[in-house]
């Protein structure tokens, strides 16, 4: 393995990732990715944010479908989030182990239309493969909450196996803040306990569970995260930002030299549109002035990678600012995936 890490969850001290909100009326955030000392430190309040770690899956083989083991398909998979269900027993006996998960059973019953109830699926999944021990199924995921149709959902695949594996994961070649959800009651927009990914996962396993009720729900602080296409990454971020019309004030950041690539993308969404014009809305969330991923209506999100621009000045400030026509509103997020400096 790549990667073994038990803890996905590390609290970013002083040397490595600090936040600073700003005391003036402009309310920027500051923050530092990698070690470095805080800057304009006697014009703001300081705290620590969580940087998340990425690590492949212990004991996960990803082979090809011939082998007896796993079917899993690294190639196909992106940016990812990873649980495993634990053992349960058919009887008394400690060796009297079962399957940990039907896989026949979930597939075909992700295949149908979910449950009313169900605001985080949007249609049936779609079958990409199935064997007698595992199962892939692509499934179409509702990128926000209360706002239905007017937002296309994300596909995200989930692999499922007899071994306990749930991997939900984007494509390959998507951008990682694909797994964002918006959701205006669950307020702050970056709060990652409602990713897709995770709430991905939680489709397989609410299946599951009708079959062995001891199955647990997963949440973001339990499962693991990882990037099949770039293991050299270790770490990654997300944070959002809004504007009530017009440009917000800016986000700032600075990226140390010792962090030598990141891989970045982001996501826009106009929250509400004007009452009485009824031309487009247009937002763009934009880096140092430059539109990084623009929507325009009819359609309401958009998300994309971009190139950070890099430079050899260690202090530059970079800015992150959310544009939307006057009378409408939008939110945006960022997330970086990169390798995370030792201390």
């Known amino acids: 393995m790549k990667h073994q890490n038990t803890s996905y969850r590390e609290l970013i001290s002083n040397r490595l990732l600090w936040v600073h909100v700003a ?3 402009s309310a920027a955030l500051i923050f530092w990715l990698g070690n470095g000392s805080p800057a304009e430190a006697s014009q703001a309040r300081t705290g620590t944010v969580t940087v ?5 899956p212990n004991d996960l083989a990803a ?3 011939s082998d007896d083991t796993t079917a899993f398909r690294e190639e196909a998979a992106g940016f990812s989030a990873h649980h495993r269900v634990p053992d349960h027993f058919q009887g008394d006996g400690e060796n009297d182990l079962r399957p940990r998960l039907n896989v026949f059973a979930i597939t075909n019953a992700l295949l149908e239309d979910p449950d009313e109830s169900n605001s985080n699926r949007v249609d049936p999944g779609h079958h990409v493969d199935s064997g007698g021990n595992f199962g892939i199924v692509e499934l179409p995921m509702s990128a926000t909450k209360n706002f239905g149709p007017t937002v296309p959902p994300t596909r995200v695949t989930v692999y499922f196996d007899d071994r306990g ?3 939900a994961y984007l494509p ?4 990682a803040a694909g797994i964002w959800q918006y959701d205006s009651a669950n307020l702050p927009a970056n709060d990652l306990k409602q990713n897709l990914l995770v709430l991905a996962i939680n489709e397989v396993l609410s299946v599951a569970r009708q079959d062995v009720p001891e199955i647990v729900e997963a949440d973001h602080d339990t499962v693991g995260y990882y990037h099949w296409q770039h ?3 270790n770490a990654f971020i997300l944070f959002s930002h809004a504007s009530e019309g017009g440009t917000s004030d800016p986000v700032r950041f600075v990226v140390p030299p010792t962090i030598d690539n990141i891989l970045a993308s982001a996501a826009v969404l106009i929250t509400s549109r004007r009452t009485q014009d009824q031309s487009a809305v247009t937002a763009e969330l ?3 002035g430059n539109a990084v991923v ?3 209506e009819p359609s309401r999100l958009a998300v994309s990678g971009f190139e950070l621009e890099r430079t050899d000045d260690a202090s530059r400030l970079y800015e992150v600012t959310v544009a939307v026509d006057t009378g409408a509103t939008a939110t945006g997020a960022v997330m970086f995936v990169y390798t995370k400096p030792s201390s």
């Open 23 to 25: 005391v003036a009326v």
């Open 52 to 56: 998340w770690g990425l690590a492949e």
């Open 63 to 65: 082979t090809s479908q």
């Open 165 to 167: 594996w749930v991997v």
């Open 172 to 175: 390959s070649d998507a951008p």
């Open 231 to 233: 293991p050299e990454y």
């Open 286 to 288: 934009m880096v140092d």
């Open 294 to 296: 623009t929507v325009q």
